[in-house]
């Protein structure tokens, strides 16, 4: 069967999630991971979205951190004070999806701006609940498309820390929880090499080449001793990604016009 | 006690050049028919607050309603950028607008300590984070306890916060469900709140007893405005307009397909009515 | 994963001699057969923490299971004061017995912290009380923005809380309603949780989306116990048995009696079933 | 029609109160006096437990802060967290009422011990939400019993603090508030005096001599340069409040025991 890279991406982040995990889903591609394991290997996964909704079962993947479905599907909403007080500061989030506009070696992330801090050439959206997902889940998964835009020598902004210079500099900061122990993207998967923390290949999707990863990568990416091979989508995580992607077509682009209420 | 007004009167009387706002809602009861007629009413110099500004806030910053923007994240949920937001911050168009930027972490807490009356929050967050570097309103302070370094942030107090609502009664109490957001801590840290509902009703129909109620003499003003949250959604009223916040992108993009669309849409459907 | 335990093995299993337990309820939902239990089985030096100890804790005192109380009022409510727990620290009977006093507020933030991973919390109080002399667990530390003054106390990390709840369902998932107290809190402050619940269920019956719930994996054990909180009372099951309240003060007032009851009443009462 | 001390106390405390007051009520006496001023001149008057209940409207007294009839009545019942930090410390109570074992001259409250701490002659029960109900409201009415063991030189410990030492103590420790602002006892009404904050008799209750009251002070009590006479209960006020205790009384001896779920 053939597939996409982003097809790969999804799938392989899906895999990592365990049943009993409970996690901190963010919107695009860590939403589609998270339900797609939701709806092969890990049914009883809890999903956590940041607008308080805990243990929700959307049937479609929402387009914002709180559609209606979030909430209809969920076994109980809390306030958004509450979600980052009781739930993530309190330490009950055992995975946490992280992407950003910029990635560096380290793990490191910027949602913030390309340029200059004060005077932006793009003024991106800003970190949002990365901040703290990134030093109070007990890991944390970034899901990043890979190339030269996006894993760079340097970020232009630290929004959200992973392992800052390498090391043990997120111990030196009093953090606790692991930082960002997988990346996965359209290419590969990445690890923090121990010791260094400096991220290096662990495993290439099918088909792609090492020179491949090389030229898409904005600093001189390493690989692990033995790289594996990311074994291919199976038929069945690839039917139910396009079910779920068929079925999130449908109900987005359905017009929910404001109408009188009916009750 | 509150009163009840209509939309046209009670931004005429709570929204001041110049003054302190914040429109709250995350992404759903975003209180979009408020926004608009800020704009219509050409309210100028606002500084708003928010978690998540979204394509409101990108519509009032592109209409030259917005000196500052507080906020955690700004952009098109599952979407993209703002572009209004980035054409004011990185070419001054309409004029130049100044941000300051935190976590929602920072800010959830800063709007919980304005509601208790606390003049900062503290809290474990911004660990090596640039942000400490370029907002001055992130601090530290040490656990007396343990010696612990917690991060720090003003309380936020708007001099208005503007919430929709499924419903208010007759004595202004109003209920919320579904994603209540912060907008409970929104209002109870502001001076003043104004509250926009789907209905006014006889009954409240809280579903339980610890549902979220915001007592009458909590709240300055009650406006009775259906759909008033379209094109976000009213939980047990109507959904979501998932295509038109994909749409919006194509429309924010360009300058002239913007303030076309506000023409049509927003100044000239209220002036028609 | 939860456990659906017996009283008799969750008691066994979750309560140590010497650690530190909340026993919570505000009036409402009070874990009494939980606390029953603790005295059969002749728990030791505990140390008790709750807002309001009442009854359940004057038993325990009484029984001698306990070492240490954290609490800010401690009385028979509308009636007077406990008669086993002023023995206890007038008259060290059956042994003495330590207090560190605090006022609502501190324990309500105390809880809160706890429940939020923080080593302490802050608030505005105890100004001019002579608690801040006698209690080396409040201190003051000062807003980095405004200069003011505030209290800190540290959060509160019970090893256990026990709970009592409307209902479980069959994953564990428990929901509280009414006058829900501090319990969130101090069970997402407990390394451990033990919840007893009138009635396991299919179906939770949560009366709306932002009902108090606790999902099954904050949760340790849950044990299904029928009139749990009896005197106390469960909203939607039982009302509160005033009268008891009100006759506990002659019981509890004298030692044999106070013995003798207990013998009768939960000592012998269960091992006969 | 006759009428007791106690009955006066609390139709007193009931005056004062009025419509638009949000009172923070606490059990016994300034439960009595906020129902009672509910049911008869303040029928909007908002209620509020500690245990959370807002906007309550019991039909009896209820015998504890938390009596399923308070949250049965409320217009929401918000967690304990909750009502101190945005209700209590977010400065939205108008009236607290607050009572105790002791009080001094300047409004100080010892609900703490009799004796000395560490070893009490009488360990009571504590302030429980007292110490910041004190310095949060907008103003306290105490309500207590007049005689020389509750109205005392010195207190043996301040768990409340009234007026500290009079004159500006208060604003010297930053608080804000107007403080006891009112005492309501069986034989008089106290306020403090303008500038040294000294509780003062400003008004003696029916039949009630000078003497009296300093015979059942314990500090060389002082009277205002005019001295009022409290109006007597009206018959409405009487009835209406013997009516309620009866209701009460009924309420609370019927026994409650614990039965199966009928619903």
Redesign the interface.
């Known amino acids: 069967m053939e597939y996409s890279a982003l097809e790969m991406m999804a799938i392989a982040a899906a895999r990592v999630l365990k049943n009993?995990d409970?996690c901190f889903v963010g919107?695009?591609a860590p939403s589609e991971a998270c339900n797609l394991a939701r709806l092969t290997h890990a049914p009883d996964i809890?999903l956590i979205y940041?607008?308080?909704?805990?243990?929700t079962r959307p049937a479609v993947l929402?387009?914002?951190?709180?559609?209606?479905e979030?909430?209809?599907t969920?076994?109980?909403?809390?306030?958004?004070?509450e979600?980052?007080?009781?739930w993530?500061?309190?330490?009950?989030i055992s995975v946490g999806f992280l992407g950003g506009a910029q990635l560096d070696r380290f793990g490191?992330i910027n949602s913030?701006v390309i340029g200059d801090?004060?005077r932006?050439?793009?003024?991106?959206?800003?970190?949002?609940?990365?901040?703290?997902i990134a030093?109070?889940c007990g890991q944390t998964y970034i899901v990043m498309r890979q190339n030269r835009r996006t894993f760079v020598e340097q970020v232009d902004?630290?929004?959200?820390?992973g392992y800052?210079r390498g090391g043990d500099?997120?111990q030196q900061?009093?953090?606790t929880t692991l930082g960002p122990t997988l990346v996965v993207t359209d290419l590969c998967l990445l690890r923090p090499e121990p010791g260094t923390h400096e991220l290096i290949v662990t495993s290439l999707h099918q088909r792609v080449t090492r020179e491949e990863v090389v030229r898409n990568t904005g600093w001189p990416i390493r690989f692990a001793p033995v790289v594996e091979q990311t074994q291919p989508p199976t038929i069945d995580e690839l039917t139910i990604l396009r079910e779920l992607h068929a079925r999130t077509e449908q109900?987005?682009?359905?017009?929910?016009?404001?109408?009188?209420?009916t009750? | 006690m509150t009163s009840f007004l209509s939309l046209q009167a009670a931004i005429a009387e709570y929204v001041q050049d110049g003054s302190t706002i914040a429109l709250e809602g995350f992404t759903h009861l975003i209180p979009f028919a408020a926004g608009h007629e800020i704009i219509r009413q050409q309210k100028r110099d606002l500084c708003l607050i928010r978690m998540t500004p979204d394509l409101i806030y990108d519509q009032m910053i592109g209409m030259g309603c917005v000196r500052k923007l507080i906020f955690s994240w700004g952009g098109n949920p599952g979407v993209g950028t703002l572009h209004r937001l980035r054409d004011a911050v990185e070419h001054d168009w309409p004029q130049s607008l100044e941000l300051e930027e935190h976590s929602h972490a920072a800010l959830a807490n800063a709007y919980a300590a304005g509601a208790a009356g606390l003049p900062c929050a503290i809290f474990r967050g911004y660990q090596g984070s640039d942000l400490v570097k370029v907002n001055p309103n992130i601090r530290f302070i040490q656990c007396p306890f343990t010696g612990e370094q917690l991060a720090a942030v003003p309380a936020l107090r708007p001099d208005l916060t503007i919430i929709h609502a499924q419903r208010a009664d007759r004595s202004g109490n109003v209920l919320l469900e579904g994603i209540i957001g912060v907008q409970k801590e929104a209002a109870l840290a502001a001076r003043r709140v104004l509250v926009t509902v789907e209905e006014i009703v006889d009954d409240l129909r809280a579903p339980g007893p610890n549902a979220a109620v915001l007592p009458h003499w909590t709240i300055s003003a009650v406006v009775q405005v259906p759909n008033g949250a379209y094109p976000s959604y009213t939980h047990g009223y109507y959904g979501r307009d998932n295509a038109f916040y994909t749409a919006w992108d194509a429309i924010a993009r360009d300058r002239e397909a913007f303030l076309a669309w506000m023409q049509e849409h927003v100044l000239v459907a209220r002036s028609m009515k």
Not at chain 1, 50 to 55: H, Q, R
């Open positions: 009993e409970v919107i695009g809890t940041e607008s308080g909704t805990i243990g929402p387009l914002s951190i709180g559609d209606p979030l909430s209809e969920a076994l109980t909403t809390v306030s958004v004070p979600m980052f007080q009781y993530l500061q309190g330490g009950r490191n913030s801090y004060q932006p050439k793009v003024r991106l959206p800003g970190g949002g609940g990365a901040p703290e030093s109070q902004f630290i929004t959200s820390f800052g500099h997120r900061l009093g953090i109900a987005h682009t359905g017009k929910a016009l404001p109408h009188v209420r009750d």
